[in-house]
C-alpha cells in the first residue's frame, strides 16, 4: 500500500525552505491565528488561495466549493462564514470565481452529472434571472465566462444577505465583501467592482434590523 512518500519528502522540503528564510515562524504561526481575509473559492485544483495573492499560510482564511457558493441553507459555509466574522474578526471577504469553471460549465449544458446538479442548481437559477443578457452573447464560451461573473456577483449578495455579516455591519465592525474573478488563462484576478461594505449597499427587502 502506498503511503504517498513523495508528498512527506515535498513537506519536508517546504518546511525546511520555509524555516530558512524565516526562523520560527511555524511557532509563530502555531500561537495565534489573526488573517484579516476570508476567501469563499472554488474547490478547482488550479485555484490556490495564499498564492494567488501571494500570503502567506495564516494570513488567508478559506472555504472552498465547487463553484464558490454561498447557499442559505450550507451549514458548512455559514460555519465558516460565522466564524471568519465574529471570531478572528476578518475585515475582507473575497468571493472568487475563476473563468473555465467546470462547476458553472455543467450547469450552463443540460447533461446529466448525476448528484451534484442538486448543487448546480443554484447556478442555474442565476443563469435563468440573466439568460436574456447571455443569450445576447455570440458563443457559448463567452456566456460561460459571463455566467461566472454574474455567479461571484449573486454569491457576494448572498453573503451580505446572511444575519452573520449584517449583524456585523450593525455592531460597527467593519467588513467589506468583494467579488472577484481568477484567469487560468494568465494568472491576474479581475475586480468585478460590486463591493459591499454596508446594508446600504442591499436591496430593501434583504435587510434585517440589527
Known amino acids: 500500500m502506498s503511503k504517498l512518500p513523495n508528498l512527506f519528502k515535498n513537506n519536508r522540503e517546504w518546511a525546511a525552505s520555509v524555516n530558512a528564510i524565516d526562523p520560527g ?3 509563530k504561526l502555531s500561537s495565534q491565528q489573526a488573517p484579516e481575509y476570508l476567501w469563499i473559492g472554488c474547490s478547482d485544483s488550479r485555484v490556490p488561495a495564499n498564492q494567488i495573492v501571494g500570503l502567506l499560510p495564516g494570513e488567508v482564511f478559506v472555504h472552498r466549493n465547487v463553484a464558490n457558493m454561498v447557499v442559505h441553507s450550507d451549514f458548512n ?4 462564514l460565522q466564524y471568519a466574522v ?3 474578526q476578518v475585515k475582507h471577504v473575497l ?4 473563468y473555465d469553471c467546470g462547476g458553472v460549465r455543467a450547469a450552463y449544458h443540460n447533461s446529466d452529472n448525476g448528484m451534484i446538479d442538486n448543487w448546480l442548481r443554484n447556478i ?3 443563469q435563468f434571472t440573466h439568460r436574456a443578457e447571455l443569450m445576447g452573447l455570440a458563443t457559448d464560451q463567452q456566456r460561460i465566462d459571463r455566467l461566472v461573473e454574474l455567479n461571484v456577483r449573486s454569491q457576494v449578495a448572498h453573503v451580505c444577505q446572511t444575519a452573520i455579516v449584517q449583524k456585523a455591519w450593525g455592531r460597527g465592525q ?3 465583501v468583494h467579488g472577484w474573478v481568477y484567469s487560468l488563462l ?4 479581475k475586480d ?3 463591493t459591499v461594505d454596508s446594508q446600504e449597499g442591499l436591496e430593501p427587502e434583504y435587510r434585517i434590523d440589527c
Not at 459555509?77 to 465558516?80: A, H, K, Q, R, T
Not at 468571493?95 to 475563476?98: E, F, I, L, N, R
Not at 494568465?186 to 484576478?189: A, E, H, I, R
Request: hydrophobic share 50%; aromatic share 8%; with cysteine.
Open 95 to 98: 468571493v472568487v470565481g475563476h
Open 77 to 80: 459555509c455559514l460555519s465558516v
Open 186 to 189: 494568465d494568472g491576474l484576478l
Open 124 to 126: 442555474k437559477d442565476v
Open 86 to 88: 465574529e471570531v478572528l
Open 192 to 194: 468585478l467592482e460590486c
Open 25 to 27: 515562524f511555524f511557532e
Open 174 to 176: 467593519s467588513l467589506t
